[in-house]
Nanobody, 116 residues
Framework: QVQLVESGGGLVQPGGSLRLSCAAS????????MSWYRQAPGKERELVAI????????NYATSVKGRFTISRDNAKNTVYLQMNSLKPEDTAVYYC?????????WGQGTQVTVSS
């Protein structure tokens, strides 16, 4: 049974930082591309960042480029999202996702709220 469990969300002031983690189990983690998505109230889920199986390649949404960093530790079956210079518009539920040849798994999400 595949499980993706996100953690690290919370309330932070504008300009602050958070580090999200997603621990995976029940799959061969190093075979999967990993990504972070987010969904704000009333909006569609959007891709935030993606990282290749080995971690050698990454890509980011324009809105977070230069502020967010995705990374992974295949020995720990964990993917991270370091979020710096947070803005109120980054407020959303953040989901991690594992994808391999069209098969996609999702975590349950973690809330990130950026507010003063």
């Amino acid at each position: 049974q595949v499980q993706l469990v996100e953690s690290g969300g919370g309330l932070v002031q504008p300009g602050g930082s958070l580090r999200l983690s997603c621990a995976a189990s029940g799959l061969t983690f190093s075979s999967y591309a990993m990504s972070w998505y987010r969904q704000a109230p009333g909006k569609e889920r959007e891709l935030v960042a993606i990282i290749t199986r080995t971690g050698g390649g990454t890509n980011y949404a324009t809105s977070v480029k230069g502020r967010f960093t995705i990374s992974r530790d295949n020995a720990k079956n964990t993917v991270y999202l370091q979020m710096n210079s947070l803005k109120p518009e980054d407020t959303a539920v953040y989901y991690c996702s594992a994808e391999l040849f069209g098969t996609r798994y999702w975590g349950q999400g973690t809330q990130v709220t950026v507010s003063s």
